[in-house]
């Protein structure tokens, strides 16, 4: 899959040090994977969930941090729209964001 944009994942974790490791091993996993549809993720991400308007939430780091992002199957396109901590994903609206 491409994801757009890394940069969303670094910003993160330079203020959340503790986040950089399983951010990455996300990034590098997704970014290996050749998603058909939602059931093709939950086989890899069990946590995942769809939220409506192409938003994905996925669960990483224990349910320590969340990652919205926007999929588009049939480009096999990842745009990340939000990292951050379950409490700052609390704040938002994950299905416009």
């Known amino acids: 899959m491409v994801i757009i944009t890394k940069t969303k994942i670094i910003d993160f ?6 986040a950089k490791d ?7 996993e997704v970014l290996l994977s050749d998603w058909q549809d939602f059931h093709a993720i939950k086989q890899v991400f069990n946590s995942v969930d769809s939220v409506g308007n192409d938003r994905f ?18 480009k096999r396109t990842i745009y990340l729209r939000f990292v ?3 409490k700052q994903y609390d704040l938002i609206d994950c299905k416009n964001i």
């Open 84 to 86: 951050g901590t379950h």
């Open 57 to 74: 939430v996925f669960n990483v780091g224990g349910n320590k941090y969340r990652i919205v992002a926007m999929i588009h199957f049939n």
């Open 13 to 18: 974790y330079i203020t959340e040090p503790k």
């Open 22 to 28: 399983v951010l990455l091993k996300w990034y590098y």
